[in-house]
């Protein structure tokens, strides 16, 4: 066999090969299109155009029409794409998440979708009256007769049908038992909105089980952005003509009225955020708020420190058009919050004191009592009841489970379980054991 034929069977083969996976892809992505059109026939009718592969790693389904009878509506979407990092992660998924197993890396994108906005789909745009709180609206203060802001006030500012793009994709971490989302999207004439961040599991996970069940996910990073793309404007323009005012008088008396809604309804925000949100309300562009915690959190324990020790330990920062904003100061009364919002509160959770039982004939009971201890010393204390305080002048009692890196960890009855905090050592000014 001559040397040109060699390197022409060695070049053949590979070609054969990724041409036999490249129609694999193809058939099975289709059966499954096809099958989920089927099942889908007798609440709506399903059509599209094809089906494409990318070499980069992807595989989409182009051309939808989705025609949805009883809302008499219907939704156009330019490409439904799966993404993975190359064409043999893209195969291997299908395998991995039909045994619940965690891909390493994968997104699902809509690519140029397209509703209108006077169809069912989107409803009214606005809360009934039982789901308002007075929380509800707010972007509609200070806008003339307009008491809220839905399809048909967007229609009049010349939006017809919400077109946009979206994305949703993680990518795991495995050195650190970690999973880094981004999700973002944009609507075309309105806004785009960026997030990302990162969540560190108790131990790895290879299962959506495991995940599931390795506990509460804790928040090691978060980026947000959100860019205006014409919102702003137009709803100022809008606004200040229903008012039948100028546009700087028009979110003069919507800032002072949205901040009057906020303080009667026990959020007092400072006045960087006040000023924060007039600038970006008036010049649009970009808002940027970041989370860099020290040590990765659990963001349901931020609720039992005050604002400002809460805004410290998620070492939270904000910019507008990337001029940042050192005045983050906050406040609010949960109770008044709970009350606008509607809702039943838990009060803040507590150790409940032992009680001793019942005396006995010629028994001497010893009262046990909190005994102060060093902070440097809790690690000999582990599994014993501990009464923690910080510099916030938050207090904690609980089980004391344990110190690592720098944190101490103690789980605090509440009403109906219990919770697992993890407060910074260096951020502790007092401590006492129950002996």
């Known amino acids: 066999m001559s040397k040109l034929k060699i390197v022409g069977i060695i070049l053949l083969v590979p070609l054969l090969i990724a041409g036999a996976l490249w129609g694999y892809l193809w058939y099975s992505t289709k059966q499954q299109v096809d099958q989920l059109v089927a099942l889908a026939k007798p609440f709506a009718d399903i059509s599209y155009g094809g089906i494409d592969i990318a070499p980069t790693g992807s595989i989409g389904v182009n051309r939808l029409r989705i025609i949805l009878h009883d809302l008499n509506d219907y939704v156009t979407i330019g490409s439904v794409r799966l993404k ?49 709180s007075a929380f509800s609206d707010l972007d509609a203060l200070g806008c003339g007769p307009v008491a809220a802001l839905g399809r048909a006030e967007w229609q009049e500012m010349g939006y017809h049908h919400l077109i946009g793009d979206m994305e949703v994709g993680y990518r795991l971490d495995n050195a650190r038992n970690g999973v880094e989302l981004q999700v973002r999207s944009s609507s075309r004439d309105w806004a785009t909105v960026d997030l990302d961040f990162g969540l560190v599991a108790p131990a790895a996970a290879r299962t959506l089980s495991a995940l599931a069940a390795s506990g509460p996910l804790k928040l090691s990073k978060l980026n947000v952005l959100v860019r205006d793309d014409g919102f702003n404007q137009r709803r100022n323009t809008y606004c200040a003509a229903k008012a039948g005012k100028t546009v700087d008088a028009y979110l003069s008396d919507h800032i002072r009225l949205l ?5 009667a309804n026990g959020v007092y925000p400072g006045l960087g955020l006040i000023e924060a949100y007039r600038q970006y309300s008036r010049e649009g562009g970009k808002l940027a708020l970041a989370a860099a915690p020290p040590a990765p959190i659990d963001p349901k324990e931020l609720q039992f420190y005050k604002p400002g020790d809460a805004i410290k330990l998620a070492g939270l920062t904000l910019a507008v058009n990337d001029q940042p904003i050192s005045d983050l100061s906050i406040n609010w009364d949960g109770t008044k919050i709970a009350r606008a919002l509607a809702v039943k509160t838990e009060s803040a959770p507590e150790a409940e004191e032992p009680h001793p039982g019942p005396s006995q004939a010629r028994t001497v009971v010893v009262q046990k009592a909190f005994r102060p201890v060093a902070i440097s010393q809790l690690g000999q204390y582990i599994g014993q009841t501990a009464q923690l305080k910080t510099a916030g002048n938050i207090q904690y009692r609980g089980k004391l489970n344990g110190i690592a890196e720098g944190n101490v960890t103690i789980t605090v009855p509440k009403s109906g379980g219990s919770v697992t905090l993890s407060l910074r050592e260096k951020d502790l000014v007092d401590a006492q054991i129950l002996q």
């Open 84 to 132: 993975a990092p190359n064409l043999l992660e893209l195969l291997k998924l299908r395998w991995q998440l039909a045994r619940g197993q965690l891909p390493p890396a994968m997104a699902f994108a809509l690519q140029q979708f397209e509703i209108p906005l006077d169809g069912g789909l989107l409803g009214t745009g606005q809360e009934t009256l039982s789901q308002r």
């Open 259 to 263: 901040e009057d809604r906020l303080r």
